[in-house]
């Protein structure tokens, strides 16, 4: 690219490539969005937190 520093659809500036979400032509259902990743980390480490608790209470 004459005048630039970096290729506007090759060099990986910040803000290029594919748009994010439903703007993605890819985008189908939500499943693994970054949100629905953090909510089941989220969601497994309190299960695992009960699990834990539970042991403890039927050990002593």
Request: proline share 2%.
């Amino acid at each position: 690219m004459s005048g630039r520093k970096r290729c506007r659809m090759h060099g990986g500036a910040k803000g290029s490539g594919a748009p994010k979400g439903e703007r993605n032509g890819a985008y189908r259902h939500g499943l693994r969005t970054a949100e629905a990743i953090a909510f089941e980390r989220e969601a497994r480490s309190f299960l695992r937190a009960c699990r834990e608790m539970l042991k403890a209470e039927a050990g002593v």
